[in-house]
Nanobody, 123 residues
């Protein structure tokens, strides 16, 4: 089982930026696709972005396309989510996830979850 830990959440004003990080430990991580989801209180967890193990393929939710960018670090054990032009509706707890492929993750087929990091965007 891969153990995932998110960091980088916080509070920003509308139009600001944040970068989330997800550090993985445990079994071999290099072959796993990775992704990000978010969830507001009382709502279902929704897909945000995913990236293949090689970094060559990415998927994004329509609501974040062009504003958020997912990438893998030089170390295979780190994945980032750069969030630009943030809006109040981006306020959520953001979760890191691992799965078989980036497409699998975009469809909600998740193997491991992180514990989440709060992002708050004020108007």
């Amino acid at each position: 089982q891969v153990h995932l830990v998110e960091s980088g959440g916080g509070s920003v004003q509308t139009g600001g930026s944040l970068r989330l990080s997800c550090a993985a430990s445990g079994r071999t991580f290099g072959s796993d696709a990775m992704g990000w989801f978010r969830q507001a209180p009382g709502k279902e967890r929704e897909f945000v972005a995913s990236i293949s193990w090689s970094g060559s393929r990415t998927f994004y939710a329509d609501s974040v396309e062009g504003r958020f960018f997912i990438s893998r670090g030089d170390s295979e054990n780190v994945v980032y989510l750069q969030m630009d032009s943030l809006k109040p509706e981006d306020t959520d707890v953001y979760y890191c996830a691992s799965g078989g492929t980036a497409y699998d993750i975009s469809r909600g087929n998740i193997v491991s979850w992180g514990t989440g990091t709060q992002v708050t965007v004020s108007s």
